[in-house]
């Protein structure tokens, strides 16, 4: 009896335990929509192309304002160049608690950018890698700031920026969640009062057409505080580990309960 029960305890705590460890990725006309067990986005499929939507944990209260745009890329270069509409998205890698959404889209210049994202289940920051292909013409890669630049049109109560342990930028909301974005390599975040940027002018580089040049930097949605989201900088850059999280564990949500466990 007990060489029955054991396999079937396993496999019972495995059918409860598989489900927790999971990025589902799924579109609809005007989104591609990712959910965690943290939190959920949308990413723009009309331009400008990016995230405009995010949830924390189960609120149905978005901490991005639907807006013409939210978070984008964008370039000064005979005026001011915006990402595009999405052209194409493809799942590169899914399975383990995590995916790899790839995004592909082109300003109005000469510039076409790629966004690999990757989605983890046990982690509130999301890792992002941009790279930027000549496309018609020289251009320099990254420049004139806003890379990215993050407008949350009007859901923050206080936006915040801090230079160590490298520049990141916060906005967090009256119903207790934040929003950031981390740049392990850029030269400074900005406040511009309701919006929030990257600059990593320092790291462009001239393109030649058909050249490609790539950041790399992190974007949180989480429940907390500035004080939670400036904590976080200390992380975004582990991996990680593509373990089962357990039914108790993955009740939690706020950032400060998750670093206590690990």
Partial sequence: M????????????????????????DEDNKYVIVETKLYTVHWNKPAQMGYMQAFVGD????????????????????????????????????????????YVSKDAGNK????????YDS????????????????????????????????????????????????????SGFFGAIYGPDAQDARNHNTRMDLVHDSVGENLKDGDSATITYYVAFAEGDATDANALAQDVQDEPA????????????????IRTRH
Avoid at 85 to 93: P, V
């Fill in 242 to 257: 593509g373990e089962a999280v357990s039914p108790v564990d993955s009740l939690a949500t706020t950032w400060s309960q």
């Fill in 123 to 174: 982690v509130p920051y999301i890792k992002h890698e941009v790279t930027v292909t000549a496309d018609g013409g020289a251009v320099t890669s990254f420049q004139s700031g806003h890379e990215p630049m993050f407008e949350m049109n009007g859901t923050n109560e206080g936006i915040q920026v801090f230079k160590d342990p490298f520049p990141h930028g916060v906005y967090w909301t009256g």
């Fill in 112 to 119: 076409e950018y790629t966004c690999v994202a990757h989605y």
């Fill in 59 to 102: 609120s149905d209260e978005s901490i991005i304002n639907t807006g013409g745009r939210s978070f984008y890329h964008s370039s000064d270069y005979g005026g001011w160049k915006d990402w595009g509409q999405l052209q194409e998205w493809d799942i590169l890698e899914e399975g383990g608690g995590k995916a790899v959404v790839q």
């Fill in 2 to 25: 007990k060489k029955i029960l054991y396999p079937l305890v396993f496999l019972m705590i495995l059918c409860v335990t598989l489900p927790l460890l999971a990025v589902d990725v």
